[in-house]
């Protein structure tokens, strides 16, 4: 799965914002809810098998 299409099923609004020859540039928008689920999401392709830290809003990581 390309980060595209994780922050998409994180629930973030993902918006084209230019294309330039064959480069395409993206912004993406949400809640900070989403966020989280898009980096826990981002942590457990890199690691199979692990679960992501869940971290609540306002708190820094260890």
């Keep these: 799965m390309n980060l595209i299409e994780m922050a998409r099923k994180a629930g973030m609004q993902v918006l ?3 294309q330039i ?3 395409t540039y993206h912004s993406v928008c949400g809640p900070i809810s989403s966020l ?3 980096a826990e999401e981002v942590v457990k392709s890199m690691n199979p098998g ?3 830290p869940a971290f609540q809003e306002g708190e820094q990581e260890p």
Aim: proline share 0%.
């Design 16 to 18: 084209l914002d230019a």
């Design 21 to 23: 020859g064959r480069e």
């Design 50 to 52: 692990q679960t992501a």
């Design 36 to 38: 989280q689920r898009f």
